[in-house]
């Protein structure tokens, strides 16, 4: 009985939590006009194959140079940019942290953590004044560079080789292995679980900014895929109504990939967060 | 192969902890010596200086007639064994064993050749390709016994790398390891807190108490002539029995008994008797001491009485075959009394 219970908890959960994407991907197969009268729909309209096209083909934006391909090239760009880079230097840090005895470290360890105190929304005038006197607007570097360091990431990776049995070390030291030797060697593939839990959750947030590529960007071959939904209901201009359709098809492509990214790691991301493997 | 030279090693950790104090052990090519004392007396911390893998505080260690305090772990050219194995997780059994061999930058053919020869010497073939996560306790032992043979080291040092292992699992693999440094010949340090592995694997024994040298000798040297009270109590189980003893002329007093004692001179006035258990015996017609019983073992062949005789706990190993009379009088073998300082524990040398 109480196996049922579970169940149906858990079927509740998922329509609760499926039920706008069915809804959002049902809509965008409707037309504009369709949609513009009676609102969000559950039902398949047809309309499928022509929304998706030309979404993704047409050129479009305000200046009609961008299609939905380019800006699901940029996300792509921005959320790996970022996860990659966000691990990268995370992992050396802690590194750094963890297996150097440097003065201070324990001083450089805590300043890197209080940075969770300050995130983007905090800090975007001075991250902006710094990227616009380097000459960094409008262009990939600036998109993600100042994403980058990370508290978060070094934390998890600092707990992480704090983890490994300090044998492991001294093994590698009598094997001949020199510092950049054992975290090539030892380290990183040790890391793996722990990488993989970190990529999907960094893609992700990478994947979903939206408040610093506004800022970051003006030219619209940098636009990315959330702000390009955004961008199609901007054309409220006269009489004509927005292309929610095409709106609705963009909020769909945009989701995929953060799923997809999930589905494939989901079993490293588990054990990553889980369990060790020493 | 080499030799290996510990003279005046220091090891002081923050906090004024002193670990080891001024160590002098000379060892051979080709020697197996185990340090071995009861935890927390310094014996890693030795064997880690020797390794590369804790500084020393003042000495100097040599191996091969050349002083490494200054040299790199890998450079010190030996290999050790961990009480964890401390195996690479991700790497196969295979790989495990090349890798100190490819960083130094073996040529392929020969690291395979070495490893190949390594894993038929420990029973490892099937094994191969698996990662340590799927082997058992012995055979991580034995993979990284491997991981140590491959490189063909001047020395092996060994930290308690059976204490991980099942009693039976322990007496066979302490087996294979006398075999296969006899047949590699490879100078070993071998680091234990248990004497019965340190008796059966040493050439000599290296008895530490406390960071100090109590007593340098082979097993039956050590057994037999303890230097000390401490390593009297410490080697051979069970424990010798040590007995407060007041001797006046021929005469041992203790509690309100004696034991006479002819052909043998003894040191006189306060001293600490020591008797092995074995070496006490059922005493006939009334001669002998008063011996009270708490509890028996029986171990088999043997049983393990362990009594009183005036206040005195003491313990007595006798055959399983014979009967106990109802009232126990022991008596005892003069040339087999050691004979301890009650001052400094120090052995006395009549
Ligand atoms: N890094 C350290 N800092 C301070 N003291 C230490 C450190 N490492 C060891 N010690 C101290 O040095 C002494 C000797 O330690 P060591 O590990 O050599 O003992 P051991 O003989 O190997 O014991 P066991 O049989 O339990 O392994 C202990 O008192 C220990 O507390
Ligand atoms: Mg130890």
Same mark, same amino acid.
């Given at each position: 009985?109480?196996?049922?219970?579970?169940?149906?908890?858990?079927?509740?959960?998922?329509?609760f939590?499926m039920?706008?994407v069915?809804?959002?991907?049902?809509?965008?197969?409707?037309?504009?006009?369709?949609?513009?009268?009676?609102?969000?729909?559950?039902?398949?309209?047809?309309?499928?194959?022509?929304?998706?096209?030309?979404?993704?083909?047409?050129?479009?934006?305000?200046?009609?140079?961008?299609?939905?391909l380019?800006m699901?090239?940029?996300?792509?760009?921005?959320?790996?940019?970022f996860?990659?880079?966000?691990?990268?230097?995370?992992?050396?840090?802690?590194?750094g942290?963890?297996?150097f005895?440097?003065?201070?470290?324990?001083?450089?360890?805590?300043m890197i953590?209080?940075?969770?105190?300050?995130?983007?929304?905090?800090?975007?005038?001075?991250?902006?004044?710094?990227?616009?006197?380097l000459?960094?607007?409008?262009t990939?570097s600036?998109?993600?560079?100042?994403?980058?360091?990370?508290?978060?990431?070094?934390?998890?990776?600092?707990?992480?080789?704090?983890?490994?049995?300090?044998?492991?070390?001294?093994?590698?030291?009598?094997?001949?292995?020199?510092?950049?030797?054992?975290?090539?060697?030892?380290?990183?593939?040790?890391?793996?679980?722990?990488?993989?839990?970190?990529?999907?959750?960094?893609?992700?947030?990478?994947?979903?900014?939206?408040?610093?590529?506004?800022?970051?960007?003006?030219d619209?071959?940098?636009?990315?895929?959330?702000?390009?939904?955004?961008?199609?209901?901007?054309?409220?201009?006269?009489?004509?109504?927005?292309?929610?359709?095409q709106?609705?098809?963009?909020?769909?492509?945009?989701?995929?990939?953060?799923?997809?990214?999930?589905?494939?790691?989901?079993?490293?991301?588990?054990?990553?967060?889980?369990?060790?493997?020493k | 192969?080499?030799?290996?030279?510990?003279?005046?090693?220091?090891?002081?950790?923050?906090?004024?902890?002193?670990?080891?104090k001024?160590?002098?052990?000379d060892?051979?090519?080709?020697?197996?010596?185990?340090?071995?004392?009861?935890?927390?007396?310094?014996?890693?911390?030795?064997?880690?200086?020797?390794?590369?893998?804790?500084?020393?505080?003042?000495?100097t260690a040599?191996?091969?007639?050349?002083?490494?305090?200054?040299?790199?772990?890998?450079?010190?050219?030996?290999?050790?064994?961990?009480?964890?194995y401390?195996?690479?997780?991700h790497?196969?059994?295979?790989?495990?064993?090349?890798?100190?061999?490819?960083n130094?930058?073996?040529p392929?053919a020969?690291i395979d050749?070495?490893?190949?020869?390594?894993v038929?010497?420990?029973?490892?073939?099937?094994?191969?390709?698996?990662?340590?996560?799927?082997?058992?306790?012995?055979?991580r032992?034995?993979?990284?016994?491997?991981?140590?043979?491959?490189?063909?080291?001047?020395?092996?040092?060994?930290?308690?790398?059976?204490?991980?292992?099942?009693?039976k699992?322990?007496?066979?693999?302490?087996?294979?390891?006398?075999?296969?440094?006899?047949?590699?010949?490879? #100078?070993?340090?071998y %680091?234990t807190?248990?004497?019965l592995? @340190?008796?059966?694997?040493?050439d /000599? *024994?290296? $008895? !530490?108490?406390?960071?100090?040298?109590e007593?340098?000798?082979?097993?039956?040297?050590?057994?037999?002539?303890?230097?000390?009270?401490?390593?009297?109590?410490?080697?051979?189980?069970p424990?010798?029995?040590?007995?407060?003893?007041?001797?006046?002329?021929?005469?041992?007093?203790?509690?309100?008994?004696?034991?006479?004692?002819?052909?043998?001179?003894?040191p006189?006035?306060?001293?600490?008797?020591?008797?092995?258990?074995?070496?006490?015996?059922?005493?006939?017609?009334?001669?002998?001491?008063?011996?009270?019983?708490?509890?028996?073992?029986?171990?088999?062949?043997?049983r393990?009485?362990?009594?009183?005789?005036?206040? #005195?706990?003491l313990? %007595?190993?006798l055959?399983?075959?014979? @009967?106990l009379?109802e009232?126990? /009088? *022991?008596? $005892? !073998?003069?040339?087999?009394?050691?004979?301890f300082?009650a001052?400094?524990g120090?052995?006395?040398?009549?």
């Amino acid at each position: 009985m109480k196996k049922y219970i579970d169940h149906l908890i858990l079927i509740i959960g998922v329509v609760f939590m499926m039920g706008p994407v069915v809804v959002a991907f049902m809509t965008s197969t409707h037309d504009a006009a369709e949609i513009h009268m009676q609102g969000l729909m559950t039902t398949w309209g047809g309309h499928f194959a022509e929304t998706y096209d030309e979404v993704l083909f047409e050129k479009g934006g305000f200046t009609g140079q961008v299609t939905g391909l380019a800006m699901l090239k940029n996300s792509f760009i921005l959320g790996i940019g970022f996860a990659v880079g966000k691990i990268v230097l995370s992992m050396l840090a802690a590194y750094g942290i963890v297996y150097f005895r440097f003065r201070m470290g324990v001083v450089f360890f805590w300043m890197i953590f209080t940075t969770l105190l300050l995130p983007l929304e905090v800090r975007i005038l001075p991250s902006y004044m710094v990227m616009s006197k380097l000459h960094l607007i409008d262009t990939y570097s600036g998109l993600i560079v100042p994403l980058l360091a990370s508290a978060t990431g070094t934390f998890y990776f600092r707990q992480f080789f704090k983890s490994v049995p300090d044998e492991l070390l001294e093994a590698a030291r009598i094997d001949g292995a020199g510092p950049f030797k054992f975290f090539i060697d030892i380290l990183v593939p040790l890391s793996r679980n722990m990488v993989a839990a970190i990529f999907v959750i960094m893609f992700v947030y990478g994947w979903n900014q939206y408040l610093w590529p506004m800022l970051m960007t003006t030219d619209e071959s940098f636009f990315t895929l959330v702000r390009g939904i955004k961008q199609i209901l901007l054309v409220w201009v006269g009489s004509q109504i927005p292309d929610y359709n095409q709106a609705f098809a963009l909020a769909v492509l945009a989701m995929l990939p953060p799923i997809l990214v999930v589905i494939i790691f989901q079993s490293w991301f588990i054990k990553g967060l889980t369990e060790s493997d020493k | 192969m080499a030799n290996i030279q510990i003279a005046n090693v220091s090891k002081t950790y923050a906090g004024d902890i002193h670990a080891v104090k001024s160590v002098n052990i000379d060892i051979a090519d080709g020697e197996f010596i185990v340090l071995v004392g009861p935890s927390g007396c310094g014996k890693s911390t030795l064997l880690r200086m020797i390794a590369g893998l804790e500084t020393i505080t003042s000495g100097t260690a040599s191996i091969g007639g050349k002083i490494v305090n200054k040299v790199e772990p890998a450079e010190r050219d030996i290999a050790m064994v961990f009480q964890n194995y401390a195996l690479y997780p991700h790497m196969s059994v295979y790989a495990n064993m090349a890798y100190g061999l490819k960083n130094r930058g073996t040529p392929k053919a020969e690291i395979d050749a070495r490893v190949k020869e390594a894993v038929r010497m420990l029973e490892l073939e099937p094994y191969l390709d698996r990662k340590p996560r799927a082997l058992s306790g012995g055979q991580r032992q034995r993979v990284a016994m491997g991981r140590a043979i491959v490189r063909k080291p001047a020395a092996f040092l060994f930290d308690e790398p059976l204490s991980n292992l099942d009693a039976k699992l322990r007496v066979s693999m302490r087996g294979e390891i006398k075999q296969l440094q006899k047949r590699l010949g490879t #100078t070993s340090l071998y %680091v234990t807190h248990d004497q019965l592995e @340190a008796m059966t694997l040493a050439d /000599r *024994l290296v $008895v !530490l108490n406390r960071g100090e040298v109590e007593q340098i000798g082979t097993p039956l040297d050590v057994y037999h002539n303890p230097a000390s009270t401490f390593v009297a109590g410490f080697i051979g189980s069970p424990a010798m029995n040590l007995v407060n003893v007041e001797i006046t002329g021929q005469t041992i007093a203790f509690g309100d008994q004696t034991i006479s004692v002819e052909n043998r001179t003894l040191p006189q006035g306060k001293s600490t008797l020591g008797i092995r258990p074995e070496d006490l015996r059922l005493a006939q017609d009334g001669s002998g001491f008063a011996f009270h019983v708490d509890y028996i073992e029986e171990l088999g062949a043997q049983r393990l009485v362990h009594g009183h005789a005036s206040g #005195t706990p003491l313990t %007595v190993t006798l055959s399983s075959e014979v @009967a106990l009379p109802e009232d126990i /009088r *022991l008596s $005892v !073998l003069a040339e087999k009394l050691h004979f301890f300082s009650a001052e400094t524990g120090k052995r006395i040398t009549a």
